[in-house]
């Protein structure tokens, strides 16, 4: 079984940068699609952006394109989402997944198999 250990969350400014990471433990993600989702309070949980480890294809949510971007860190066997031009509606509890969707439900929770236990991401000045 796959566990995700997530990192990189924080306190920034509107207009800042922050850097999440997650790594797998128990397991690698050769042949997975890793995925960013995010959860405001009293609101669902939300795709962000996914990555295929495979083939670097990559799939963003369109509140993020633009400014987030998602990439594999092949030395640390990891997944990063470098997110820049943060706003306060960014604000919201990141959690890492891992899954083998097809196109039609990368953007779905349930195509997703296993999960980190979320970092906070908070945008305030």
């Known amino acids: 079984q796959v566990q995700l250990v997530e990192s990189g969350g924080g306190l920034v400014q509107p207009g800042g940068s922050l850097r999440l990471s997650c790594a797998a433990s128990?397991?690698?993600?050769?042949?997975?699609?890793v995925a960013w989702f995010r959860q405001a309070p009293e609101n669902e949980r939300v795709f962000v952006a996914a990555i295929r480890w495979a083939n670097g294809a990559t799939y963003y949510a369109d509140s993020v394109k633009g400014r987030f971007s998602i990439s594999r860190d092949r030395a640390n066997s990891a997944v990063v989402l470098q997110m820049n031009g943060l706003k306060a509606e960014d604000t919201a509890v990141y959690y890492c997944?891992?899954?083998?969707?097809?196109?039609?439900?990368?953007?779905?929770?349930?195509?997703?198999?296993?999960w980190g236990q979320g970092t906070q991401v908070t945008v305030s000045s």
């Open positions: 997944a891992v899954g083998r969707p097809i196109v039609s439900t990368m953007w779905t929770a349930g195509a997703y198999y296993y």
């Open positions: 128990g397991g690698t993600f050769s042949d997975y699609a």
